[in-house]
């Protein structure tokens, strides 16, 4: 058995009485009334035991409670249960504790996130969970503090600061506990910094070792496993005047081993996303391999030494991170059991390997896919050169886009199926190199290509042949025949993370305000929900007193919902968000309130004026500062206020005091003054009055169209 295993028996066996130590995480999966780690064990699988919720008895399921959270953006987390106590986060990087059994609230805890933080984070001001050591819970704040948490009253302990703060770090991951060692990493790539996980005492925060993804400037100094990485960057992308961090932020997936005492994380994008920028050969294109970009990566927990990587996107360019869910398991293959890890990162192949050595063991497509043409026996992915954009220079459309086939969302594993559950899309973007681009250390995307580049037309037949193309799944995947064994298809991407049970169950929450559970073996959809909103995080479960609860945090919201054109969300159903966490069991009965009536205020903007080069100032301004929140030709959805529709429009000085002089920076919509001139703003609101008078001429062909088919 591993180090840890030997360790567990001597510092760390004395944790208070119901405390969490590590034998207790260690044998996590002999504990099927509890849910004490992020994925449930240290292996991810979100696989339960309990099974008085079966395929039989699905249909008996009812709302047990509810709670609803008071922040009304998008809900990622995983509760953790102990002892008939559930401690779950919300946006903004609150914590709620209740009753598990009724939902009575016990505490809550607000770190007091400064609202422009908001601006700091590329896909909403999300939370995805906590860690639990002996009697103490651990936070990671959205402003990049690590929180010690009493578990009983929600009282601070200890904080720590873990990035710097005047940079454009934001933690949303769910930290992870090891051997008295909190783990967590953070998040940036998109605005320029370096990526790295670091571990923190438990006992007090001190930090114990930091482990950097990418090369920086420490030379000869470096370990040996940043000299190697330097090796695959070209000339001075890291260290020199231009240099924005590199990017390699390790902002969500973790897997230990403690057999093989190996901690697995995955690593993101490169920063700036465009490799001639970030790591430009001798003729000005991209170059290198750049690791340790979009990489697994396996190390020691107690020293953070480096052991093996293996890259699933070398030289990344399209935003390809590798920080989706890691799970680990064992399994037959070619007629041996094998120790393997398995992972479904962005770039649409899933992906087998030899967890104690990183063994490349197989990979194919669980989505369709054009940055590729296949895979060496090596596991080297076969580039297509025509999506190579930082070579040719030219723009390219290109599947998946920067979203992925599959995202944040954990997937599940069931070891009596031997199946993994992907929750997978399809969804392709233009790629499109953004001339002379320079980087902004303020505010704003650092991708180095032109966002605004896709952009839809205000055409009903063209926006309805893109609708046609994108797609949100269900996938059952063999991981040894690496293939389909079932799907569902949902009403659109985005859709929550998965829980599968002893029970034959698979558990979603999908887009179209429905929580589900499936038959694990057919995909037979057994039971459903109205959720009254779209569902993103993954369910769990656990008992009190022998009863088996399910329980979901519902609310749209993240980064689909926000850098999506809008009118594509709602065409498929519209989403809004309604903040709750959900909990289940046989024979529940509660009801949720009435569902609110929906509108949108109607599109009124005043008429456009604006020169054609103001607005195209104001197009490219708005591609790279404001989309990103406020979505693609600012068709926004219904998380964020629709510039379209907002009240500001029609004033020039209105406009200027939130953009620029930072009026509404309390509600995360912080100052631009440091990016933009007064001129440029105008320009953004000249560009949106346009773009809101053309959607209104849309809407009412739309009108038409109706009525002529009555």
């Given at each position: 058995m591993g180090a840890l295993l030997l360790a567990a028996c001597g510092s760390n066996s004395d944790a208070p009485e119901g405390g969490i130590d590590a034998m207790r995480l260690i044998n996590a999966d002999q504990d099927s009334?509890?849910?004490?780690?992020?994925?449930?064990?240290?292996?991810?699988?979100?696989?339960?035991?309990?099974?008085?919720?079966n395929r039989e008895?699905?249909?008996?399921?009812?709302?047990?409670?509810?709670?609803?959270?008071?922040?009304?953006?998008?809900?990622?987390?995983?509760?953790?249960?102990?002892d008939g106590k559930l401690y779950v986060t919300s946006a903004w990087s609150k914590v709620f504790a209740f009753d598990a059994a009724t939902g009575k609230p016990l505490w809550s805890y607000d770190p007091q996130v400064p609202g422009e933080t908001g601006v700091k984070a590329c896909c909403d001001v999300v939370n995805r969970g906590l860690a639990a050591w002996g009697d103490h819970l651990f936070l990671g704040t959205l402003d990049g503090r690590l929180v010690a948490l009493?578990?009983?009253?929600?009282?601070?302990a200890w904080e720590k600061v873990t990035?710097?703060?005047?940079k454009s770090y934001t933690i949303t991951g769910a930290p992870r506990v090891i051997d008295g060692k909190v783990l967590i990493g953070n998040g940036g790539a998109e605005f320029g910094v370096r990526g790295y996980i670091a571990a923190y005492d438990a006992e007090d925060g001190e930090e114990l070792w930091r482990f950097y993804t990418v090369p920086g400037d420490e030379g000869d100094d470096a370990p040996e496993y940043l000299k190697t990485a330097a090796e695959t960057w070209s000339g001075d992308a890291l260290t020199g005047e231009?240099?924005?961090?590199?990017?390699?932020?390790?902002?969500?997936?973790?897997?230990?081993?403690?057999?093989?005492?190996?901690?697995?994380?995955?690593?993101?994008?490169?920063?700036?996303?465009?490799?001639?920028y970030r790591s430009p050969g001798k003729d000005g294109t991209g170059e290198g391999d750049n690791l340790y970009l979009s990489s697994i990566v396996a190390i020691r927990p107690d020293t953070g030494e480096y052991v093996w990587h293996y890259q699933t996107t070398p030289g990344e360019t399209w935003d390809y991170t590798a920080t989706q869910h890691i799970i680990l398991a064992d399994m037959e293959i070619d007629g041996r059991t094998r120790q393997v890890l398995m992972q479904a990162p962005k770039n649409g192949y899933f992906y087998v390997l030899d967890r104690a050595t990183g063994e490349f063991i197989s990979a194919e497509p669980y989505i369709p896919q054009n940055w590729s043409t296949g895979m060496s026996e090596d596991g080297r992915p076969i580039m297509n050169p025509e999506t190579r954009i930082d070579i040719t220079g030219k723009p390219a459309l290109v599947m998946p886009g920067p979203l992925g086939g599959h995202n944040w969302h954990p997937m599940a594993y069931h070891p009596g199926e031997n199946l993994v559950y992907i929750p997978a899309f399809e969804a392709a973007m233009l790629y499109a190199p953004e001339a002379n681009w320079k980087p902004d250390r303020a505010r704003g995307f650092n991708v180095g290509y032109d966002l605004g580049a896709g952009d839809l037309p205000p055409d009903l037949g063209i926006r309805r042949q893109v609708q046609g193309t994108i797609k949100g799944k269900l996938l059952a995947w063999d991981p040894v025949a690496q293939k389909v064994r079932w799907e569902v298809e949902h009403p659109g991407p985005w859709n929550g993370g998965l829980l599968a049970t002893a029970g034959g169950l698979v558990f979603q929450g999908n887009s179209g305000s429905e929580f589900a559970a499936y038959n694990s073996a057919t995909g037979d959809k057994l039971w459903s929900f109205a959720a009254q909103t779209g569902v993103v995080a993954p369910p769990m479960t656990y008992t009190v007193d022998g009863e088996q609860y399910v329980a979901v945090l519902a609310g749209?919201?993240?980064?689909?919902?926000?850098?999506?054109?809008?009118?594509?969300i709602d065409q498929m159903k519209p989403v809004r968000n309604i903040s709750r966490l959900l909990v289940f069991k046989l024979g529940g009965d509660v009801q949720l309130p009435p569902e609110p009536d929906f509108a949108l205020a109607p599109l009124?903007?005043?008429?456009?004026?604006?020169?054609?080069?103001?607005?195209?100032?104001?197009?490219?301004?708005?591609?790279?500062y404001c989309a990103v929140c406020h979505a693609p030709a600012a068709v926004g959805s219904t998380e964020l206020p629709d510039l379209r529709?907002?009240?500001?429009?029609?004033?020039?000085?209105a406009w200027l005091q939130i953009v620029h002089g930072g009026a509404l920076q309390d509600n995360g919509m912080a100052s631009f003054a440091g990016s933009l001139s007064e001129d440029e703003i105008e320009a953004i609101r000249q560009y949106v009055i346009k773009r809101a008078n053309e959607d209104k001429a849309m809407e009412a062909e739309r009108a038409k169209t109706r009525v002529a088919k009555r």
């Open positions: 009334a509890n849910w004490i780690s992020h994925g449930r064990t240290y292996s991810e699988q979100r696989y339960s035991p309990l099974d008085q919720v008895t699905v249909s008996e399921l009812g709302l047990a409670w509810f709670a609803d959270m008071d922040t009304a953006r998008g809900q990622e987390a995983t509760p953790l249960v102990m009493d578990r009983d009253t929600g009282q601070v990035v710097d703060q005047a231009d240099s924005i961090g590199g990017g390699g932020t390790v902002w969500d997936s973790m897997a230990y081993d403690p057999e093989l005492d190996l901690l697995y994380f995955g690593v993101g994008n490169g920063s700036p996303w465009n490799r001639a749209w919201g993240g980064a689909f919902a926000l850098s999506v054109d809008g009118e594509l009124d903007p005043p008429l456009s004026k604006a020169s054609a080069e103001t607005i195209e100032l104001g197009r490219s301004n708005y591609a790279r529709r907002s009240g500001a429009l029609e004033n020039r000085t």
